[in-house]
C-alpha cells in the first residue's frame, strides 16, 4: 500500500497557483518526499523533493508541515503545459511505492 | 546527454513466447528499477536492484526476472507471458547513499500479450 493520499483530481485556473497536498502520516524520521509527474503516458519526470525544510526549485515549491505528515507542491502560475499526473512518494527504504496520483487539470 | 533508454517501445506477442525488454543507463546510477502501469492502478514496482547483482522483488514480481551483471543494463524478462501482462513498462535508475537522489525514467515500453 501507498505511504501516501492525494486528492484524484484537481483543476486550477491557467496563471493561478495550483497548490497539490499529500498526506504521509506514517513518514519516519529519514523519509524524503518526492514529487513527479506523468504527462500523458510518457516517463514520470522529477520535479522536487525535501525532508523537512520548504524547498524551492524553477520548477516548483513544496511545502512540508512542521510535524512532516503533510505537504503541499505548489506550481506558482499554472500553464496548460502543467496538466498531468502528479505523485508524492515517500521512498521507504530501497523499495519505492507510487500511489494513484492527483491528475491535475488546468482550465484556460 | 543523460539518459534511460528501453528497447522495444512497442511490442505485441503471443502468450508463453519468452521476451526481454532491455534497460539502458549512462549515469553511473547503482539504483536500478522496473515498474508497470495499468489504467486506475498507478505505477507498481516490480524489481529493483541496489547494484550489480543485487536484485529483490517490488510489489508485484509474480511472472517476471531480472538481471544486473552490468551497472548499466537492467533487462526485465517475461519467461512466459500471459496477457494480464498488458501494459505500460518504465525502467528507472537513480544514485544511492547518503541523502536522496531523484529518479530518471525511461521513455516507456507499451506490451501487448494476445
Known amino acids: 500500500d501507498a505511504k501516501t493520499t492525494q486528492p484524484p483530481s484537481m483543476d486550477c485556473a491557467e496563471g493561478r497557483a495550483a497548490n497539490l497536498p499529500c498526506n504521509h502520516s506514517?513518514?519516519?524520521?529519514?523519509?524524503?518526499v518526492y514529487w513527479y509527474r506523468q504527462i500523458h503516458s510518457q516517463g514520470p519526470q522529477y520535479i522536487i523533493h525535501?525532508?523537512?525544510n520548504n524547498e524551492t526549485n524553477e520548477m516548483a515549491s513544496l511545502i512540508i508541515t512542521e510535524d512532516r505528515k503533510s505537504s503541499t507542491l505548489i506550481l506558482p502560475h499554472a500553464t496548460l503545459r502543467d496538466t498531468a499526473v502528479y505523485y508524492c512518494?515517500?521512498?521507504?527504504?530501497?523499495?519505492?511505492?507510487f500511489g494513484k496520483g492527483t491528475r491535475l487539470h488546468i482550465l484556460p | 546527454e543523460a539518459q534511460v533508454t528501453q528497447n522495444p517501445r512497442y511490442l505485441i506477442t503471443v502468450t508463453g513466447k519468452k521476451l526481454t525488454v532491455t534497460c539502458s543507463q549512462n549515469?553511473?546510477?547503482?539504483?536500478m528499477s522496473w515498474y508497470r502501469q495499468d489504467p486506475g492502478l498507478g505505477l507498481r514496482q516490480i524489481y529493483y536492484?541496489?547494484?550489480?547483482?543485487?536484485?529483490d522483488k517490488g510489489d508485484v514480481p509474480e511472472g517476471y526476472k531480472v538481471s544486473r551483471k552490468e551497472k548499466r543494463n537492467f533487462p526485465l524478462i517475461l519467461e512466459s507471458p500471459s496477457p494480464n501482462q498488458t501494459s505500460l513498462y518504465f525502467c528507472?535508475?537513480?544514485?544511492?547513499?547518503?541523502?536522496?537522489?531523484?529518479?530518471?525514467f525511461g521513455p516507456g515500453t507499451r506490451l501487448t500479450v494476445t
Open positions: 528507472a535508475s537513480s544514485f544511492l547513499g547518503i541523502g536522496s537522489y531523484e529518479q530518471y
Open positions: 506514517t513518514i519516519s524520521g529519514n523519509e524524503y
Open positions: 525535501g525532508l523537512k
Open positions: 512518494i515517500v521512498r521507504e527504504g530501497d523499495k519505492i511505492i
Open positions: 549515469m553511473n546510477h547503482e539504483y
Open positions: 536492484s541496489m547494484n550489480v547483482e543485487a536484485t
